[in-house]
């Protein structure tokens, strides 16, 4: 029995430890959406064979690589490295807290600031310093640094030079489950009725303690700013079409006791049309980088359309003003 016990430990750790690969899943991807877009696919999702689903997604100059979070159920929460040029997984960590327990969470956003990743996930923060990128190869897992409670459900996130956006994922349905604001209706003010979640900005020192905060519409999985446009990754169900949507920058509502935005239906600049199940964005090279969970093994034989490969769309046509 006691043999069978440590048998079993052992084989745990190493399931727990063994790292992601990156294995073709799906034969062919044909979609009338991507080609309208001028879609390109590029690089293998990692750990898709390994049943991990992909979560949040971003892109750092500085390491020239893809960064994508991922979970599976019971088991320590992952992020994979993909070279941008290659294609190729680089390595992948296996995320703990800072009492070196493994964290199991959803590890639904992740971005990267001053060689730092930001991890958004189960209501919070994980900050994990990354390892010099000639070591990278002798890690396997990283342990945070930083972690904080989020004021929101910490759903995904995105990072600008001076500020952390955190925002959460809400979803409500008479038929399926359903997913409320925590925070709507602690904020002090009336809110637009077609938004339903709260994106909070911080400094990367204090995420705990935002200075700001911005109404959002539901089911963004996904989010990317620049200078003049907050741009959405919206997806709901295993068989309805995700969307990209623009929006100009959004207005104020209040400015004390702190500040409070929307994004508005009037301040949408373009609405497109995507397969099912996108996640995290980023940006590379004038193109919009989508990830999609639709592969993953819990999904894959049910969704319309399962992508095992991130998705590029030229910037310059997502931004037109139309709706497709």
């Known amino acids: ?19 992601l690969t990156q294995t073709p899943i799906t034969k062919s991807i044909h979609s009338a959406a991507l080609t309208q877009h001028h879609a390109k696919l ?6 898709l064979a390994q049943g991990y689903v992909p979560q949040g997604l971003c892109h750092s100059p500085q390491h020239t690589s893809f960064f994508i979070s991922h979970y599976k159920k019971g088991h320590t ?8 040029d290659s294609q190729k997984l680089t390595t992948s960590f296996a995320l703990h807290h800072q009492d070196a327990s493994p964290h199991r969470g959803h590890v639904g956003g992740i971005s990267i600031h001053n060689n730092a990743l930001y991890i958004a996930s189960d209501q919070l923060i994980l900050k994990f ?39 959460e994922f809400t979803h409500h349905s008479m038929w399926s489950k359903s997913y409320s604001s925590k925070l709507l209706p602690k904020l002090n003010s009336p809110t637009h009725p077609n938004n ?21 519409p539901s089911r963004v999985q996904g989010l990317v700013i620049t200078p003049s446009h907050y741009i959405l990754s919206r997806s709901y169900g295993r068989r309805n079409n995700s969307s990209i949507e623009i ?14 935005l929307h994004l508005l239906p009037q301040n949408k600049i373009a609405k497109h049309t995507l ?30 359309l399962p992508i095992d490969r991130l998705v590029f769309l030229p910037l310059n046509t997502l931004l037109t003003p139309a709706q497709r």
């Open 42 to 47: 590029g690089p293998i999702i990692p750990g």
């Open 77 to 84: 929460s992952y992020v994979s490295v993909v070279h941008q």
């Open 247 to 260: 929006f100009s920058k959004p207005l104020t509502q209040q400015t004390s006791p702190q500040p409070l």
């Open 196 to 216: 339903s979640a709260v994106l909070c900005l911080s400094n990367h020192k204090t995420p705990d303690h935002p200075h700001t905060f911005i109404t959002l």
């Open 275 to 304: 397969p099912p199940m996108s996640e995290g964005i980023c940006l590379y090279k004038n193109q919009l980088v989508v990830l999609f969970e639709s592969a993953a093994s819990p999904y894959r034989n049910t969704t319309t």
């Open 129 to 167: 310093e990354l390892p010099p990128k000639n070591l990278w190869r002798h890690h396997t897992s990283l342990r945070a640094s930083a972690q904080w409670a989020s004021p929101s459900a910490a759903s995904f996130c995105f990072s600008s030079p001076n500020t952390l956006f955190v925002g």
């Open 1 to 19: 029995m006691l043999q069978t016990a440590l048998a079993y430990i052992l084989f745990s750790s190493l399931l727990i430890a063994a790292p």
